[in-house]
């Protein structure tokens, strides 16, 4: 009797811990629901006087651009397409992409759909380091590290379904060679531009797998044809 109880409770147990190993996704959604991006409004975090007037001009449509492309790649939702510009005047959407609930719900409303996917560009962080060869090479090392926050929005409950913040980092070498110490040849060139835009797509992508697998769990289901 004794054996018989101890076995009846390893297999509770093992009952127990396959359940919790197993996600199964915290939010029940139709099958390829329709969704909207949002853009994610002008930068200005704490590194943006760092930056060009064109680098903060376009950081918030582009970070919702590459949400967007990354959703039609790995999510099942039916996503609208329609142009990112211009669309603030749609929206009473702030510096730092916050969304009033009266403007996402006119936002789905005027898209026909019922959920919306929008965030802000949390952060984009500056490091570098130096190496010095006297008298032969200079190699500067710039990292970007950026973070995007996404929310899913339900229009009809006016819920904020799931969230999720991605991380990217890029980095990008600049090598000078010193012929002497007042005269120097670049040998490659660093640019900011590509360097943000590297950092802004893996964080967008690490952003919406995190999305998709809260949403979905293990297993994310395919979008319907």
Known sequence: MYRSSLVGILILLGAVF?????????????????????????????????????DLSIIGSNAAELVT??????????????????????????????????????????????????????DIAYGDSHTNIP?????????????????????QTGDILMTAQGTGVSEAVKSRVVIDESNTIDSARYLSTDNISKSLDKAAKNAVDLLLKRIYGDKIPKRNV
């Open 135 to 155: 008298m032969l090479l200079h190699v500067n090392s710039d990292k970007i590290t950026s973070r995007i926050s996404i929310q899913l929005y339900d229009s």
């Open 69 to 122: 492309k990354y959703l039609m790649e790995l999510s099942p939702f039916d996503l609208v397409n329609y142009d990112l510009e211009g669309v603030t005047n749609e929206i009473a959407l702030t510096s730092s992409g916050v969304m009033s609930a009266d403007s996402l719900h006119d936002f789905a409303l005027s898209h026909n759909v019922r959920y919306v996917v929008y965030g802000t560009v949390v």
């Open 18 to 54: 396959t359940s919790a190993s197993t996600t199964e996704g915290a939010v029940r959604l139709p099958p390829s629901p329709p969704v909207v991006v949002a853009d994610f409004g002008r930068y200005g975090g704490n590194n943006s006087r760092l930056m060009t007037a064109d």
